[in-house]
């Protein structure tokens, strides 16, 4: 009897590919085989596979132009006034203000991603135990292919602007040292144009003579998860060393509680 094969790997669109694995326990051969030798991806996890790469604002606010995107930030700015500490670093960009706004909750323009492709699958595996959807997911996106596709957008004089805005994917890397929970995830983030998400950015804008993967979907099942948290928590890949602040602790004593042997 044949041996069922650890994963498939199909082109879905341009400059995408998904692959299903038949299993969590070879998502490490996967990453090892295939992605060891690209430093240039970074990763996200889903808890299910379902979901779009969209940020939590373009679910709530549907129209690209729409004034409570601008108002939304200024009225996070007025909030944090004196919830900084005492000598608080000068946050210059827009995306400063978000990305310090998205590690704590608020409702961003941005997608979370981490250099780790472990970091990711926890993120998934912690989800899919709450959601139980059949199948969580990880993403991998090319940073040197983003960057190519946006060089082209910009050169072009044929492109449809968005927000009076070539519709370019940013990825923003955040320099401010109060945000522990960015530097324990090796956290980043991609900022792309208003209402669009990344997976149809990069199958529009795609070059038709381009061969590379740009954006792999791996696709797992939701099962033995409880396994696969062990197994992370093993790495060192937890609550308590994601989020090093009392949120984090609770969280990783919560996990303990419910996971036999953790």
Same mark, same amino acid.
């Given at each position: 009897?044949?041996?069922?094969?650890?994963?498939?790997?199909?082109?879905?669109?341009?400059?995408?590919?998904?692959?299903?694995?038949?299993?969590?326990?070879?998502?490490?051969?996967?990453?090892?085989?295939?992605?060891?030798?690209?430093?240039?991806?970074?990763?996200?996890?889903?808890?299910?596979?379902?979901?779009?790469?969209?940020?939590?604002?373009?679910?709530? =606010?549907?129209? *690209?132009? %729409?004034?409570?995107?601008?108002?939304?930030?200024?009225?996070?700015?007025?909030? #944090? @006034? /004196?919830?900084?500490?005492?000598?608080?670093?000068?946050?210059?960009?827009?995306?400063?203000?978000?990305?310090?706004?998205?590690?704590?909750?608020?409702?961003?323009?941005?997608?979370?991603?981490?250099?780790?492709?472990?970091?990711?699958?926890?993120?998934?595996?912690?989800?899919?135990?709450?959601?139980?959807?059949?199948?969580?997911?990880?993403?991998?996106?090319?940073?040197?292919?983003?960057?190519?596709?946006?060089?082209?957008?910009?050169?072009?004089?044929?492109?449809?602007?968005?927000?009076?805005?070539?519709?370019?994917?940013? =990825?923003?890397? *955040?320099? %401010?040292?109060?945000?522990?929970?960015?530097?324990?995830?090796?956290?980043?983030? #991609? @900022? /792309?144009?208003?209402?669009?998400?990344?997976?149809?950015?990069?199958?529009?804008?795609?070059?038709?003579?381009?061969?590379?993967?740009?954006?792999?979907?791996?696709?797992?099942?939701?099962?033995?998860?409880?396994?696969?948290?062990?197994?992370?928590?093993?790495?060192?890949?937890?609550?308590?060393?994601?989020?090093?602040?009392?949120?984090?602790?609770?969280?990783?004593?919560?996990?303990?509680?419910?996971?036999?042997?953790?």
């Amino acid at each position: 009897m044949a041996r069922t094969a650890r994963w498939t790997q199909n082109k879905t669109s341009q400059g995408i590919y998904e692959v299903k694995l038949s299993s969590w326990k070879y998502f490490s051969d996967y990453i090892n085989q295939e992605i060891l030798n690209y430093n240039s991806f970074v990763f996200r996890g889903h808890g299910n596979s379902s979901w779009k790469l969209e940020p939590t604002l373009d679910r709530i =606010i549907k129209y *690209p132009k %729409s004034p409570k995107r601008e108002s939304h930030l200024e009225s996070f700015k007025f909030e #944090t @006034r /004196g919830r900084r500490g005492r000598n608080p670093s000068l946050l210059e960009t827009e995306n400063d203000w978000w990305a310090l706004g998205q590690h704590h909750g608020l409702h961003t323009p941005l997608l979370d991603w981490t250099e780790s492709p472990f970091v990711a699958l926890y993120f998934a595996a912690s989800n899919a135990l709450k959601e139980k959807h059949n199948s969580l997911s990880v993403f991998a996106l090319n940073q040197i292919s983003i960057r190519a596709l946006n060089g082209t957008i910009d050169k072009s004089d044929n492109i449809e602007l968005i927000n009076d805005q070539k519709p370019t994917v940013k =990825i923003v890397k *955040p320099l %401010s040292d109060e945000n522990s929970r960015l530097v324990s995830q090796r956290g980043l983030f #991609t @900022r /792309g144009p208003n209402n669009m998400d990344l997976e149809t950015w990069v199958n529009k804008y795609y070059p038709e003579d381009r061969k590379y993967m740009d954006l792999i979907k791996i696709t797992i099942p939701n099962s033995g998860m409880q396994d696969c948290m062990r197994y992370l928590n093993r790495m060192n890949i937890n609550y308590s060393t994601l989020f090093p602040d009392l949120m984090g602790a609770s969280d990783f004593c919560n996990t303990k509680l419910t996971i036999n042997k953790y």
